[in-house]
């Protein structure tokens, strides 16, 4: 669990940083908007990306942390060992899930953006770089349940 841990720490302190860029990000929007009376050109579409960013990667790490949220009506009122089963199947569909949507949707999406040559309005950078997260999600997401499968 050596590989899990470094990577939970390395996602743990990369949103740390995007949050803090995006707050830094935000407070210079509010003070260039209501004290120098310009608004920033960059700062509401560098804050967009930033929480796609945010949401997307916190997604995949509170799927390592099992920190998620689930419904557990039917697993609370069954057996242990049926417990495990529906976890075990659940693992597997978020598996499926990421796989398909994620990974191959999102590559395929990254792909489509850098092909047609894509960019920010304001930032001027790829929207391929933007989408990027999709798939990077997913690859951490099926990492965390595959081992949650493999440690069961």
Request: no cysteine; hydrophobic share 50%; charged share 15%.
């Amino acid at each position: 669990m050596k590989l899990r841990e470094k990577i939970d720490k390395i996602l743990g302190k990369t949103l740390i940083a995007i949050m803090s860029v995006m707050v830094i990000n935000v407070l210079w929007q509010v003070f260039t908007r209501f004290v120098m009376g310009t608004p920033s050109s960059f700062t509401d579409e560098l804050a967009r990306y930033l929480m796609i960013w945010v949401g997307i990667l916190g997604a995949a790490y509170v799927s390592g942390r099992k920190m998620h949220v689930a419904i557990d009506v039917l697993p609370s009122r069954t057996s242990t060992e049926n417990q495990k089963k529906i976890a075990r199947i659940v693992n597997v569909i978020i598996i499926l899930f990421s796989i398909t949507a994620l990974v191959i949707g999102g590559s395929r999406l990254v792909y489509i953006s850098y092909l047609l040559g894509q960019s920010s309005a304001a930032l001027q950078i790829p929207l391929a770089m933007v989408y990027i997260v999709i798939p990077i999600s997913g690859i951490l997401i099926i990492y965390y349940k595959t081992s949650d499968l493999l440690k069961k």
